[in-house]
């Protein structure tokens, strides 16, 4: 069974500090995903990563960086947590690289909370 | 750009009766089509995909999926409903050139007894 696993179910953080949310993945997949999921807009793409040391922005980047050293790991970073990154952080992972159209797979999530 | 519209933000069903789920999309070629399902406190899970082939897809847990062109649909069907479907149903479209998921806004599935 592929497996994405993410590092905390709730977090709770203060504005202003920095936050760091792990996804790993156990199936060697090539593509990475970040979401976040609000009420009522769906899923939005936040980063996306292609290969280890690759990054491409989603539709909402502002905010937020990533970092992928190994393939397995994705990490996604709020430099300066606000109350408007208050959501659900859902992680994905696929196999294929860029151009491929392939099932994506989905952690359980992060219900982040920032006060 | 492509979009996703699921028009139900919330659809309440009784047990064994029969489900549609609508999704439209935007877009002037053929995407690829996803429906996933998100439980309580889950992940989301792929309930069925369609690339091309079949218009009729067939998908998990007794789900299937009918593609019109010419409506741009791609609505999610369930012949008889089990309390263990209420969940939340996402649709989503990638289309040739732009790999990205672009998901709907879900719609939340209640079952009652």
């Known amino acids: 069974d592929v497996k994405v696993t993410q590092s905390s179910r709730y977090l709770v953080k203060r504005t202003g500090e920095k936050v760091f949310l792990e996804c790993v993945q156990d199936m060697d997949h090539e593509n990475m995903f970040w979401y976040r999921q609000d009420p009522g807009l769906g899923l939005r793409l936040i980063y996306f990563s292609y290969d280890v040391k690759m990054k491409e922005k989603g539709d909402i980047p502002e905010g937020y960086s990533v970092s992928r050293e190994k393939k397995e790991r994705f990490s996604l970073i709020l430099e300066s947590a606000s109350t408007n990154q208050t959501s659900m952080y859902l992680c994905?992972?696929?196999?294929?690289?860029?151009?491929?159209?392939?099932?994506?797979?989905f952690g359980p999530g992060t219900r982040l909370t920032v006060l | 750009a492509q979009s996703v519209t699921q028009p139900d933000i919330h659809i309440t069903v009784s047990e064994g009766a029969s489900l549609e789920l609508r999704c439209n999309y935007s877009y002037g070629a053929t995407p690829y089509l996803f429906w996933y399902v998100q439980s309580p406190g889950q992940g989301l899970q792929l309930l069925l995909k369609?690339?091309?082939?079949?218009?009729l897809v067939q998908g998990i847990k007794g789900f299937e999926a009918e593609f019109k062109r010419s409506q741009s649909s791609f609505n999610l069907r369930k012949p008889s409903v089990h309390w263990s479907d209420a969940a939340e149903y996402f649709c989503?479209?990638?289309?040739?050139?732009?790999?990205?998921?672009?998901f709907g806004t879900g719609t939340r599935l209640t079952i009652i007894p």
């Open positions: 989503a479209v990638v289309t040739f050139g732009n790999e990205k998921l672009t």
């Open positions: 994905a992972s696929s196999f294929g690289g860029e151009g491929s159209y392939n099932e994506q797979f």
């Open positions: 369609y690339f091309s082939g079949d218009t």
